[in-house]
């Protein structure tokens, strides 16, 4: 009896079977939260890690703004509070008493960020202004799913000032490659498409969104994370100004950028098999699990030993000593999580001085190792799995994008993968007609793959799909 | 002028002057919030850093609850309920409409955390369970103060269970000596007082609350963490109950404990002097700065070269190469700012094949160092700032503590520092007098220094003071 539901009878609730079985996440006591486990939460903190020295090296600093925001900060950008409105907590009673002015729980920052950019820009001296927070956010979901579409999430928002518009969209462009696609595709092993959003996917107050789209083992789109070029419509209704060279008053560029708890569903379902997660050794915050088979003999202390010489050398590494569970058991569960490799050492390995290696990304058959090799012979394979997930992920992706001509072709196609056809053969209208049927423009394309900086070029390419 | 007013004429009003001048933190939009910038954002991350791997190395896993708690949960326990009502944060409308049930903004999270382990734990097999978490918090502050008490504040929250009460308490204390003293000690450079809180000072729904205590330079106490022994009343209302080895069903005992944003006000106005803050190198995201006194010749590029070789060497280091800046300016700056060491290098300098070594902490003579052995000169002079930290402080405050015999006594020697006596000679009803006069019984200790386990026991020492 399998532990999860078959990825080919029930795509959802095998997801569903696999956040529960590997202990991820499950739902919080109020309707759409969720309540983020221990193993789920490593591989948070792993993703943050590795954005957040991508994001200092892009300049940006870390602060922290406040979790409530008064709700006539809304009103001020128009397209902003019509897009958020039907999302938002509104906090009325506090301290015991009813409040004079409402308070929004943040679905986001650009409204007060903004504020505090105004007073704290003055010169184009000051500029660019680079800012980035990790934090929660709230937006009141009526189809949640855990870790898709939660009430709260967790992200990190970066947001920034700059001289020009041009400077404004060449930073934006920065984060989207050297930040996103850069930690998508070396760390989680994910090939992303990276392009513009349609107008009627644009983040509510952005001139241009820009986006990273992943395919998932079902063939469905999921957006991975995006970046906003947001002209200056904050700017202008915040008063984010700046006197240049030459003394003269202007107005600012402004950005915003984020990726959220979002990418641990993606990874999951981008990777995961019928027996459970598989996390890439460049992410995983356990990247090798040293089983002590049994306890018997020095079985144990070779166990420790071997995991201390592993963690000496900077492998990320669990030692399981549970002389008390079986080994099935144990091995069923370090596969449901998804580890990428585990050692198993039990008294016959130990008389031959060996180690027995399991891959769990590929799968690859047992291995003995000698113990006096096994640090080598554990690199090497961390980095030929994080290849190999690449490579599996990659062949899927590209095996599932149809090259199409017609709407109806798209939508065919867009029943298994992802359709790709000229932006001209969709248009707007045709936008309108295939998102009735459930699929929807996840983004445009130049032909050569480069991001276009509006809709109106010519020969753009559509990546058509449906999506989570 | 001097660019802050001087401890001696207003200690809040310099407290104030720090946040503004050294860009620490302002007031958010809503009352009683924060903006913490990113100066003081990066003293944080450094806080995090630290605390964070020693909750690790004491077997603690981090995990993330809901922000948004059902406001029945809050009425299970009743001192629980009691103490936190008057401060909640209350959302009622959300998505558009109004809820049935009231969602209360998390003060503390033992409740939702409460509901969970009950359901993860099963058995003494999946006992101690230990959880933290890193989240914001929001408590109805009527007199906020910025990083002292605000309205929403940053901070972690463990949670844990156990099979007895001796292990519980045990764990308690481990948390409170093995992460928090320890952090304060060797990484800030507070010596803190650990004891018992009286009964009236307790954690609401607490059996017994321990806390470090620090003396800030105005003499008064700041509470710079808690632990709580939380008994079984948590554990019975939320039903967070085990099968111990003998198939018996049995109730956990459980703790929590917690460090807060307000750390980075406790290290204001423990260390900070008239010039500004001063970081303990410990602890700074900034140690030294290289300032390229001008753009003349090689200044610049050696100067780059040389924060390049600190980095290298693992020291945590800024390069200040704007020289258009007039070297005064960006001196005020990084002492306002309290880096611990500025290296100027100028033309003159450079003849020499020197740099110029200026020591913040203890405020030394600026002396000549050879740039050869600038980087080996760096890391001792770190060090050496950090204990000249350490012994200010400890001295500072031994000298401003008094060993007295009568409340009459006490209540005198708080107004120019903390009092030590008998807490047979306070008691409940001492401890009301002088509350009624706003000074407070901090925390009680043995004889020894050690923490008491209970209110009770014979011959306790009480420290009393006025406290933020």
Redesign the interface.
Same mark, same amino acid.
């Given at each position: 009896m399998p532990a999860l539901t078959p990825q080919a009878d029930d795509f959802p609730r095998w997801y569903q079977d696999v956040l529960n079985k590997a202990e991820l996440a499950?739902n *919080?006591?109020?309707r759409g #939260?969720?309540?983020?486990? %221990?193993y789920g939460? *490593?591989l +948070?903190?792993r993703m943050q890690a590795e954005l957040d020295a991508r994001i200092k090296a892009c300049g940006a600093? @870390?602060?922290?703004? %406040? =979790?409530? &925001?008064?709700e006539s900060?809304f009103q001020r950008e128009a397209e902003h509070v019509e897009g958020f409105? %039907?999302? !938002?907590?509104? /906090? #009325? /009673? $506090? *301290? *015991?008493r009813e409040l004079e002015e409402? &308070?929004v /729980?943040r679905p986001t920052s650009e409204t007060?960020m903004g504020?505090?950019m105004a007073k704290w820009l003055q010169s184009y001296r000051d500029l660019p202004l680079l !800012?980035n927070q990790w $934090? @929660?956010v709230?937006r +009141?979901e =009526?189809r949640p799913r855990l870790f898709l579409r939660t #009430?709260?999430f =967790?992200w990190q928002e970066g947001h920034t000032a700059h001289a020009t518009r041009e400077e404004a969209r060449a930073y934006a462009e920065r984060i989207l490659h050297e930040v996103y696609e850069d930690f998508m595709v070396r760390v989680l092993a994910m090939p992303v498409i990276v392009g513009l959003k349609t107008a009627s996917e644009r983040f509510a107050g952005a001139d241009n969104s820009l986006s990273l789209e992943a395919m998932m083992r079902d063939g469905k789109a999921l957006q991975m994370g995006t970046t906003h070029e947001l002209g200056q419509n904050f700017a202008r209704v915040f008063g984010i100004e700046f006197l240049d060279a030459e003394g003269e008053r202007r107005t600012a560029w402004t950005t915003s950028w984020g990726v959220t708890t979002r990418m641990i569903g993606g990874l999951i379902m981008a990777h995961g098999d019928d027996d459970g997660l598989r996390v890439p050794p460049h992410l995983a915050h356990v990247q090798a699990v040293v089983v002590a088979v049994r306890d018997e003999g020095d079985v144990v202390a070779c166990s420790r030993t071997l995991a201390d010489e592993l963690r000496a050398a900077g492998v990320r590494v669990h030692l399981d000593d549970r002389a008390d569970v079986s080994l099935g058991r144990r091995a069923t569960e370090w596969e449901l999580k998804g580890i990428p490799l585990r050692l198993e050492l039990g008294p016959r390995d130990l008389a031959g001085d060996e180690v027995t290696l399991v891959r769990r990304v590929s799968g690859a058959p047992k291995t003995p190792v000698a113990l006096a090799r096994a640090v080598a012979a554990v690199r090497d394979a961390l980095e030929a799995e994080q290849q190999v997930l690449w490579d599996q992920a990659l062949a899927q992706r590209d095996s599932r994008i149809e090259d199409v001509t017609t709407l109806d072709e798209a939508r065919a196609a867009a029943e298994n993968g992802w359709a790709r056809l000229p932006w001209d053969a969709v248009g707007t209208d045709g936008e309108a007609a295939l998102a009735s049927g459930g699929v929807t423009v996840r983004c445009l394309t130049r032909e050569d793959g480069s991001v276009p900086v509006s809709e109106n070029e010519a020969d753009l390419v559509a990546y058509v799909a449906r999506a989570y």
């Open positions: 499950e *919080g006591p109020v #939260t969720m309540v983020i486990r %221990p939460y *490593g +948070w903190e600093e @870390n602060a922290y703004f %406040p =979790l409530f &925001i008064p900060y409105s %039907p999302e !938002l907590a509104v /906090v #009325t /009673v $506090a *301290g *015991g409402p &308070i /729980v007060v504020e505090y !800012l $934090a @929660n709230v +009141w =009526l #009430t709260e =967790l």
